[in-house]
């Protein structure tokens, strides 16, 4: 079984192959007239369960869409409409579901629904975030970097804000990919160190810079996401705010960076807050390219996973 849970489940090989596979799927629709863009149909007389515990409008729309685009069938399920929501087990519910279906993708809160739902699935299973990590979004980042800039290897990333789920994903890509990774926040937001010792056992070169004019120098990509993730309590809202107001991506931290220095954000942002309106409209900013690479690079995973 091929699921796809996390960047340091699955070997860099397979890695660098799902995002070169992933540009050229892009490059061969891009060319191909219109009437043969989707004439190789992969997922031809398939069925890809996409399941949501929270909510979301890339993750949702461009794995619906990219199935489509390979001649599959989608079906959008929300998680709290199922028996799930109302005491179904998660295996109980893996079992089913894969007797239906030929591929789940999932968006939960625990990563430990995440996992159960692997043990027992028989269907691979793809994580669409949890608290933990978002993997995909990382792939497609990386993605990004890479057509923008030519390979990631030894470049410098740095990461700006609170340490969560998306900046864990990258802390485990930056073994996978051989990149440096620096971490700029306050020290109750610190990432988990779980993840950052085993990258770090890796031989990954990771570093906390709790000074982000310091931080920024010679970065080649600056990379931030939201102060309050979805399943952060409603209340750290004004405790994050001043924590982090230092740690916000604007023209002048930018101008630390080097002048190419491309700026990412998963979205959805808050403007003015973890990243100013100017950085995000700026020419260096690659914002609406992550998001599209998602389809991409997704389509890339799903075909990784069911070996098609
Ligand atoms: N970046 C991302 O995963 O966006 P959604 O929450 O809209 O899916
Ligand atoms: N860190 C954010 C990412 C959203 C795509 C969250 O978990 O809410």
Wanted: hydrophobic letters at 40%.
């Amino acid at each position: 079984m091929t699921h796809f849970l996390d960047i340091n489940k699955t070997q860099p090989e397979a890695l660098r192959s799902i995002i070169d596979h992933a540009i050229e799927i892009k490059n061969a629709r891009a060319n191909a007239p219109l009437g043969q863009k989707d004439a190789d149909a992969p997922l031809a007389d398939r069925v890809v369960a996409l399941i949501f515990d929270k909510p979301s409008t890339r993750t949702r729309v461009s794995f619906d869409v990219g199935v489509r685009q390979m001649g599959g069938q989608p079906i959008v399920l929300s998680g709290k409409d199922m028996q799930l929501g109302h005491g179904e087990t998660i295996s109980d519910t893996a079992k089913v579901m894969s007797r239906y279906v030929d591929l789940i993708m999932i968006r939960t809160f625990e990563d430990a629904t995440l996992l159960e739902m692997a043990e027992s699935a028989t269907v691979p299973i793809i994580n669409g975030l949890t608290n933990r990590t978002h993997p995909c979004q990382i792939m497609a980042d990386i993605m990004t970097f890479e057509e923008h800039r030519g390979s990631i290897k030894g470049k410098k990333v740095v990461w700006s804000g609170a340490g969560n789920n998306v900046f864990s994903s990258f802390v485990q890509a930056a073994g996978q990919f051989g990149f440096d990774l620096t971490f700029t926040g306050p020290e109750p937001l610190d990432p988990e160190r779980g993840f950052l010792e085993e990258a770090l056992r890796k031989g990954s070169n990771i570093i906390i810079e709790r000074d982000p004019h310091l931080a920024f120098k010679g970065a080649d990509l600056v990379v931030t996401d939201t102060w309050v993730s979805m399943h952060d309590p409603k209340t750290a809202r004004k405790r994050r705010h001043n924590q982090l107001r230092a740690y916000q991506v604007n023209t002048e931290l930018m101008s630390n960076a080097k002048p190419e220095a491309l700026f990412m954000h998963c979205l959805p942002a808050h403007r003015d807050h973890e990243a100013t309106s100017e950085v995000m409209d700026s020419p260096n900013s690659v914002i609406f390219d992550e998001a599209e690479n998602r389809l991409h690079v997704q389509k890339a995973i799903m075909r990784h996973c069911l070996g098609v």
